[in-house]
């Protein structure tokens, strides 16, 4: 079982919905990270938190806002998004940041229409 | 940035075949993590292995970091074992992970 938590798993919305994704870990990890993938591509970064902070933002269009409202919680907030940011969209937590052993969640599948 | 490359892109095999999967690196790294993408999306860890052979069960891996490469071997294969396997590294000036293109298997029974 994985000790990351993603919420929703499906998501689908419009392109003037307003949905967030949810994402969990009770590792005690510092660091936690965003990843996009599309099909038959790999995980691209998008956002990284270390120690609550945003530390890396893979200049990701402001339709996608990150919050980490304590450390063991991130959050991905949608709006106005493009049928083109349709992906699984992975969750991923690791002691710190480029150190350690990094786990992921089971992504949430997200299809904007 | 780090370029990562993965060898074969892909590769199907009938169940009780070996088989060694392999990961290019251009720079040195001090965090190597092997993944294994099951059909439904989510991403196993393999191995963390920076350097050195680790075995778990069927699988094992070998990272050569002076030579800048790592090795995943899979024995006896299992139609479970089909999937896309990453090798993830850390991007040079950057703390987090980017990862190869993956090898995609496939297992036949």
């Known amino acids: 079982d994985t000790e990351v938590t993603q919420t929703p798993k499906h998501l689908v919305m419009g392109m003037t919905n307003k949905k967030s994704l949810k994402c969990e870990q009770h590792?005690?990890?510092?660091?936690m990270y965003w990843y996009k993938q599309k099909a038959k591509k790999p995980p691209e970064l998008m956002f990284v938190?270390?120690?609550?902070?945003?530390?890396i933002n893979e200049s990701v269009p402001s339709r996608f806002s990150p919050e980490c409202p304590n450390s063991s919680l991130l959050n991905l907030h949608l709006h106005a998004l493009q049928p083109e940011d349709s992906a699984l969209y992975l969750c991923?937590?690791?002691?710190?940041?480029?150190?350690?052993?990094?786990?992921f969640g089971e992504g949430s599948r997200l299809t904007v229409l | 940035g780090i370029q990562v490359e993965q060898s074969p892109p892909d590769l199907i095999l009938q169940e009780g075949a070996n088989s060694t999967l392999r990961c290019n690196f251009s720079?040195?790294?001090?965090?190597l993590q092997w993944f294994h993408q099951n059909p439904w999306g989510q991403l196993i860890n393999l191995f963390y292995?920076?350097?050195g052979t680790k075995q778990n069960g069927r699988l094992s891996a070998t990272t050569v970091a002076t030579e800048r490469y790592s090795l995943l071997y899979i024995s006896s294969s299992q139609t479970t074992d089909s999937g896309v396997y990453f090798c993830?590294?850390?991007?040079?000036?950057?703390?987090?992970?980017?990862f190869g293109s993956g090898t995609r298997l496939q297992v036949q029974p």
């Open positions: 991923a937590s690791s002691q710190d940041t480029g150190t350690g052993e990094l786990f």
């Open positions: 590792m005690g990890h510092r660091a």
């Open positions: 938190y270390s120690y609550e902070k945003l530390s």
């Open positions: 720079d040195s790294v001090n965090n």
């Open positions: 292995i920076p350097s």
């Open positions: 993830a590294l850390p991007d040079t000036g950057r703390r987090a992970l980017t």
